[in-house]
């Protein structure tokens, strides 16, 4: 199923939301999404569509600077709903301070850019190191050392936990349950933890685990598991509609722990990078009006 | 890496282990390792490199027929140490009366073969279904309904916790935890648990989840985690030492349960069954003897 198509057990193709729909107020594009786009392309795209916020990536903005990146996203009048991202804290000992020093330059930008959270993804298994308990306790070490350093910008960490087809070499924090046991060492006010339905879709009792993690969500993200998985699995992640994904349950429960930010789509995958990025975000708002904005109520 | 190169962090290669090695004296070929190859082929190819058990699959079972297959593998000597698969209960509710009996031909069939254990894979969402709990509940509810019959033949169930990878499509309990969940309302005897590295080695607690297992362990099969995966996502298990998993500390604590039977090699890799059998088998003894086999005193 394309991109473009509704999902199975939807009702006839329903009009695509226009801007200014009451419905778009917490919509947010995060920009690999639409990953061909700059991220000056990615603002103006949320303009035309009505996408009041953005969720950016570290590389697009030090493409342009990021004075001008917080004057582009200022000057549109959008939201910051997160940064990705920092950590990949989990390299050998004598590359703690690197990735301590490399947080810290994030988590500026993240400040500058009035963003909630800046998105941490662990990192995985250095090279040939088999102690994937070690580098987890090397994730919740870095996550600690960087508490103050938050709090002192005003800014909010966001452990994401992975999927664990990327437990080996991108996040060995693989359950919202592992994320939160990190996370509530510290106050919620400091660290949270970021919700992505393709990563957590599978998880054993992971609605009760949302609950749990009640003001500590940090970030909302949305994005579908589809199968056969696509071949890299780096971009495996679907449209929203076009998968597995109970996005109502899911979104119900975020709702329900009074989670009030941004929900933004974080959707990898190499088709729709290959489509207009106007019309993967008009696909992605029908589709975020359709199965998710009457969940968050 | 390729699967006759030595793994990372290995010394120089050490010998192939010849016929009558002691230290092959718990090892099995599961039989999809060797895909190629037909069940006779398999079990001459057992009996050439000295292994002493094999794990069969119902297909190529099917293919000789039964009675020529319970004769292959007893004129060999050979042990059958599981039979793959039964499972696949998790369809819509008008589908569980013909799962069911197709899981009491597998029963049937593991009782004449003499092995110990029936494999059983879950099965996925039906087409359209996002329930995720309820296809887990329908397995439960499956096991249940099979516990009588299995006891009646003396087989034993065996609950195949798989990796989330395949939670959609395949096998939708994820974790160890989850798989002694179900397993825990019956009599360890009836109903096991299947302990396969590929899928279970980033299971945050799983060393723990292993001692809670205990006599629950109905088989331990091996497979390796490696990056880059390949672009099948069934496809995607690598040769033992080829990846990432941590082979002596998984081992030792299956070997702390007091687990003592066959420990069975199950890698679905396009490259390995592209490669000539004996050598797969050469290469997988060799891997078994160095990493795997000490860690079982």
Redesign the interface.
Known sequence: MSAVDQP??LPARTPTPQPGDPRLARLSLNQRTTAEWSLAEAVDGCVRAGVPSIGVWREPVAEVGLDKAVRLVADAGLRVSSVCRGGFFTGPPSTARAAHDENLRALDETAALGAPVLVLVPGG?P??D???AGA?GRAAEAVAALVPEARARGVRLGIEPM???Y???RGVV??L??ALDIAEDHPADVVGVVVDTFHL????GVLEQVARAGERIASYQLAD?I???P???LLSRGMVGD????FASFTAAVAATGYAGDVEVEIFNADLWAAPGDEVVATLARRYTELVEPHLA
């Open positions: 199975s057990g298994l090279e040939g088999r102690d994937l987890r999927h664990p087809i437990a080996a070499d693989s359950t349950a592992q879709w599978w998880e054993p598991w199968t056969p998985l071949p890299d699995a998968g597995h994904v109970d």
